[in-house]
């Protein structure tokens, strides 16, 4: 049964989810591609960046353990490969963000990570809930760099009160 606590939790971390992939909703691949911001990345290398560091790594393997999750760990999560269309990209997102919901409702907030990387050095999250913290923090984050994006590319804002 999940705890009110990780039910709120979890409540925020798929509300940022919404708001990052509405803040791209109804762009063209093209536009998802294109880079409009100095540091070079663009829409589906955000979405991908949130997929493989966030939802897999944070969630999946560290907080999970999920030996698949560590095997599938490689360089540059902001590379998206050759070959992967945006709409690839886009359901990558959404299947990475339903596994770690499936590893979410199970966790014990006050547990420790099941697994710690090495090349991270001394393990400086010392729950499950300050990993998932993390991860909602990074996604909200990336949702207003999803909502800068998108307003650079055709003016469409998120909810701007005046």
Do not use: C
Request: aromatic residues 8%; hydrophobic residues 50%.
């Amino acid at each position: 049964m999940t705890s009110p606590d990780l039910a709120l939790l979890l409540d925020y971390l798929q509300g940022q989810r919404r708001h990052v992939l509405a803040a791209f909703d109804g762009l063209s691949d093209e536009d998802m591609q294109r880079a409009v911001l100095p540091s070079g990345w663009s829409g589906v290398q955000l979405l991908h960046h949130l997929a493989l560091d966030d939802e897999r790594f944070w969630v999946r393997a560290v907080i999970g353990g999920d030996v698949d999750a560590k095997a599938g760990l490689s360089g540059n999560a902001w590379a998206v490969p050759d070959g992967l269309s945006v709409s690839d990209v886009r359901d990558l997102y959404l299947r990475e963000a339903q596994l770690s919901d499936a590893v979410l409702s199970e966790v014990d907030l006050d547990a420790a990570p099941a697994w710690w990387p090495d090349f991270m050095g001394e393990q400086w999250m010392q729950s499950n809930r300050d990993v998932l913290l993390h991860v909602m923090v990074e996604t909200a984050a990336h949702a207003g760099h999803a909502d800068a994006v998108r307003e650079l590319i055709d003016g469409k804002q998120w909810v701007v009160i005046t």
